[in-house]
């Protein structure tokens, strides 16, 4: 399919209810907002796996490659499927889906109602039971946080689901917000810059891990979910626990955002335009050899860009007069 008609495949976007759509768009709302805001998480994950690279080049045996679509029962990880439902169906992503989701034996878990929903919309997935669960509570201490432990053991069940079932790729369901709240987590208490990548390689360097919904906003995927009526699972096993460091991070973020609308945009733009040679890591930049005079020299004084504060300063005195 050309450029021209993967624009068109996105942009008529059918009426809900249509009978030829997957059965998970069938109760999609119909109102202009709700299109709007579908036909905009569809074209950022598109522009994410564009970016990224997520999908790779044919295979030479001529069969699509299959990712596995991580579903814990919250808002994200449902939007996220639905998504590369969606695309997949438009004839925009080349890749075989398969749903899965961990059951962790959660005490209280409602076990059935991912099962039924993958039922009632005909998605091809898997249900893994492993009880992490005692696991976690029985290493970490009732007032500790369970957030890292649980990641890693869950991480490493769904790397062997993925290479029993054949993938390529997990697939999560990470947002904007998430990216930018990892950040700051490994600013203020890992005294490091880095965040979550929309695409790595695992350390066993045998699978990828995608992020397709790096450049979505939380509130347009809660918008989405909501007016989707997916049936969300709330995670109380770590919802559960009080002054978590990323929820501190994430109010932070919000009251950032409410003060000045359009904030988290410019920060998350931000972390796609890094200029080693005015940070301080010397393993990224060589400092020691740059001498006056080296026409190869990308730091200096001419090649800085405006301080955005001071450009925002600027217009609003300019305004004031």
């Not at 201490?141 to 062997?160: E, V, W």
């Not at 993938?167 to 990470?174: K, S, Y």
Request: net charge negative; aromatic share 6%.
């Amino acid at each position: 399919m050309n450029s021209t008609d993967q624009a068109a495949a996105q942009e008529n976007l059918p009426e809900a209810g249509d009978e030829d759509v997957p059965p998970v768009l069938r109760n999609a709302p119909s109102s202009v907002e709700f299109k709007k805001l579908r036909k905009r998480l569809l074209r950022q994950a598109r522009q994410a796996m564009d970016d990224f690279a997520m999908v790779g080049p044919q295979r030479a045996d001529g069969k699509l490659p299959k990712w596995l679509v991580c579903l814990s029962g919250g808002k994200d990880s449902y939007s996220l499927l639905a998504i590369l439902i969606e695309l997949k169906w438009r004839g925009l992503l080349p890749v075989d889906l398969l749903a899965c989701n961990l059951d962790q034996a959660q005490p209280g878990f409602p076990a059935h109602i991912l099962p039924e929903w993958f039922e009632t919309n005909g998605i091809e997935h898997l249900i893994i039971r492993e009880d992490t669960y005692s696991i976690v509570t029985d290493k970490i201490p009732a007032h500790r946080t369970y957030c890292s432990l649980c990641s890693r053991l869950r991480r490493g069940i769904l790397y062997r689901v993925a290479r029993e079932q054949g993938c390529e790729a997990i697939v999560l369901g990470h947002h904007r917000e998430d990216i930018l709240e990892t950040f700051f987590m490994n600013l203020f208490h890992g005294g490091r810059l880095a965040s979550m990548p929309p695409k790595l390689v695992n350390d066993e360097g045998d699978l990828l891990v995608l992020r397709p919904l790096a450049y979505s906003a939380e509130s347009d995927i809660a918008k989405f979910a909501q007016g989707m009526q997916f049936p969300i699972i709330p995670c109380n096993l770590c919802g559960s626990q009080d002054g978590l460091q990323r929820e501190e991070v994430k109010r932070m973020l919000q009251g950032w955002e409410k003060e000045t609308p359009g904030r988290l945009g410019v920060m998350a733009r931000a972390l796609g335009h890094t200029r080693p040679s005015h940070l301080l890591d010397r393993s990224l930049y060589d400092f020691v050899n740059l001498r006056p005079g080296d026409a190869s020299g990308a730091a200096s004084e001419g090649a800085e860009e405006p301080c955005g504060a001071g450009l925002a300063m600027t217009r609003n005195l300019f305004a004031a007069e």
